[in-house]
């Protein structure tokens, strides 16, 4: 396999903006409201005619900001950015194979995620009419594995006073004798805040298919005083109280804007789940970082790699883990401490790596992550909302938004003693096929590299990269002020980086994303590992905001530096680390699609040899994505 040089040429064209290739066009802003919608049902988003551009609709009134949420967080990022001319084929391409999301339609948080009589249950916030936010119901699907998923009939409507504005984000618990208590966030009628329960209908049912409100006691938390009516929301899975097990004990997410525009978490006790009381105090507040949202507290033990129940008894070896969704910048941070329930606090175990300075479950587009203890399998796992970064009118043409990223165990890093490690389940290696390794690969500096493998759009990738050592040891650089989003992407180059894979390009690399480390080392000749994800060339469309994200990554002595990706059409999922720096982004090649979209190695160091130790590449089948067979209900469906 050869490579090319990365002489003068090649080198600006990597470090060039992508062309356009199609202009824009604006027509549409001039049809009345009859031809426009005679125009959308004309242009069929299931036709094979990659030749003639869908014409975007008008696009639609938001009112999540006046509800107290933001719904798409990167519409205000996009400006006047005219529309770009999708066609049919690059539209249907975007949809995923084996990331879940509904058969159509708007999607948000996952909610209530649980294991219960066989089943894995997944409730997410749904627009059952739109594939923009509102009307927000829950939408709810069921699987046996976590990958291959059936969905079923919306599970709660909008329909009462105490959530008319919207069935709200919410959490499972299942209490030790089996019953099952949902707890969810409801938008009243005058938008307040108030949390609710629901029962299932049928507790003997595996698919819980039909959910009870309790009219006679809903709402059963309202805003305590103090607190905004648009600012309380998100309650979590309960715990028990200590040695009291007959005591429950939940969070909720909430600000403080008179205190320095603090984030926090109010705890509430319950023995019933009816009635509640406010437990002194807060669980933990850092100033500055605002509405927290999708609060999430649960227990890591220290030496083990099993998960553990929500419940679990406080012990020398158990941390918990303390993760807030940051309304103010749409991130999900999380810190690593102690909690006390005799006094209701939290404390992190380094006030250096508190919440909203410290780490994040992911830098990319990741957010209103939800865990679930899993006493199947004896494991934690995650699941995070992966939101569009296109405009509005693109949604609506393809008549969908979002996915959820693939659910991820979490574990504590034993080796690093300060982070968590959220890895893919295992169930995903399912859906590998034809797998490719490729061994001692050498990558010279400014070098790219085709990679030999045809289909590209739904892989699985483990690969490992070690330097060369004298170069490490020649570079004299202190290379101390680099920032992934800041210093010039994959195209910023220095002494010892960046290299990686460029995945979803064409053959001329006008589109690519960039999956990449960096080594930085500084005046006293440490070195600092960067992981990052390139956007900026993503996709030849206008009208999407392209980021670059990442961040430092721990690297022990002896280690390579290792990664593993997932690509899936329009996202691409990299754990580096074995998981201990995450990146998720959201990716449109209009020209990188089918067939055309390539694999490459790179390698845009001035200075240091880079060896690919070793490359795995293997296919992945699309999941099983489909309404519920009710007659196979009793026999092992999927």
């Known amino acids: 396999m050869s490579g090319r040089d990365l002489d003068s040429t090649h080198s600006q064209f990597l470090l060039s903006p992508p062309r356009q290739r199609h202009r824009s066009c604006c027509l549409i802003r001039l049809l009345p ?14 036709s094979n005619d990659d030749t003639v551009p869908v014409l975007s609709p008008a696009p639609p009134s938001s009112r999540g900001a006046a509800a107290g949420v933001s719904e798409k967080s990167t519409t205000g990022m996009l400006g ?4 770009f001319p999708w066609t049919n084929n690059m539209l249907v391409f975007q ?7 509904p058969e159509k339609n708007w999607m948000n948080d996952p909610d209530g995620p649980l294991f219960y009589k066989g089943w894995y249950h997944l409730f997410y916030q749904y627009n059952p009419a739109s594939s923009v936010w509102g009307n927000i119901a829950w939408g709810h699907a069921v699987s046996r594995d976590l990958i291959n998923w059936e969905h079923l009939s919306v599970a709660m409507m909008p329909d009462r006073w105490y959530d008319f504005n919207g069935v709200w984000s919410g959490s499972a618990t299942i209490l030790p004798d089996g019953r099952l208590v949902m707890l969810y966030t409801g938008s009243t009628h005058e938008s307040v805040q108030v949390q609710n329960i629901a029962f299932p209908a049928d507790p003997a049912d595996p698919l819980l298919l039909h959910w009870v409100k309790s009219d006679e006691h809903n709402p059963v938390i309202s805003p305590p005083e103090g607190i905004q009516f648009k600012d309380f929301r998100d309650p979590t899975t309960a715990w028990h109280s200590g040695e009291d ?39 933990h507040s850092v100033a500055g970082t605002g509405m927290w949202e999708c609060v999430d507290l649960y227990p890591v033990h220290t030496e083990a790699s099993f998960g553990l129940d929500t419940s679990a008894a406080s012990a020398p070896a158990v941390r918990h883990v303390l993760k807030v969704s940051l309304d103010d910048d749409k991130h999900d941070y999380y810190g690593i401490g102690r909690y006390y329930a005799e006094n209701n606090s939290w404390v992190p175990d380094d006030p250096d790596l508190d919440i909203g300075v410290g780490f994040r479950l992911d830098y990319g587009k990741y957010y209103a992550a939800k865990s679930f203890y899993d006493q199947n399998k004896r494991r934690r796992v995650v699941w995070g909302w992966s939101g569009e970064t296109d405009s509005e009118q693109a949604d609506i043409l393809k008549g969908w938004a979002s996915v959820q990223t693939i659910p991820r165990t979490v574990l504590f890093d034993a080796e690093t003693g300060s982070n968590l490690l959220l890895w893919p389940v295992e169930e995903l290696d399912t859906l ?43 570079t004299m650089e202190a290379d101390v002020g680099y920032n992934c989003s800041t210093s010039g992407g994959a195209a910023g180059r220095g002494a010892l980086g960046p290299f990686g894979l460029l995945v979803l390009a064409d053959s001329i690399r006008s589109e690519q994303t960039a999956v990449y480390f960096y080594v930085a080392k500084g005046v006293d000749g440490q070195l600092t590992t960067y992981f990052c994800h390139d956007e900026l060339r993503s996709s030849n469309a206008n009208d999407i905001v392209k980021r670059i994200y990442g961040s430092t990554v721990a690297v022990l002595r002896g ?31 209009t020209a990188a699609i089918d067939g055309a979209a390539k694999l490459f190695l790179f390698n845009n160091a001035t200075n240091a040899a880079v060896t690919v130790k070793s490359l795995t590449v293997w296919k992945m089948r699309p999941a099983l994505m489909r309404p519920l067979d009710h007659h196979l209900v009793g026999e092992q469906s999927l």
Request: with cysteine; proline share 4%; hydrophobic share 45%.
């Open 80 to 83: 006047s950015a005219p529309a």
């Open 33 to 46: 409201l009859t031809a426009l919608l005679a125009v959308i049902l004309l242009c069929n988003p299931l």
């Open 95 to 101: 949809r995923t194979a084996f990331h879940f999301q």
């Open 559 to 589: 280690e390579v530096l290792s990664v593993r990706i997932l690509i899936d059409h329009s996202i691409v999922e990299s754990f580096a680390q074995g998981g201990r720096t995450c990146i998720t982004s959201r990716v449109y090649p």
């Open 245 to 283: 097990s007959g005591t429950w004990l939940l969070a909720i997410g909430s600000k403080n804007d008179s205190g320095e525009h603090a984030g926090m978490a109010l705890v509430y006790r319950t023995r019933d789940f009816v009635s509640y009381e406010l437990v002194a105090g807060v669980l």
């Open 432 to 474: 590998r096929f034809a797998g490719k390794n490729f061994t001692n690969l050498p990558l010279p500096a400014h070098t790219v590299k085709p990679l030999e493998f045809a289909g590209t759009t739904q892989l699985d990738i483990m690969a490992e990269f070690e330097m060369d050592e004298s170069s490490v040891k020649a």
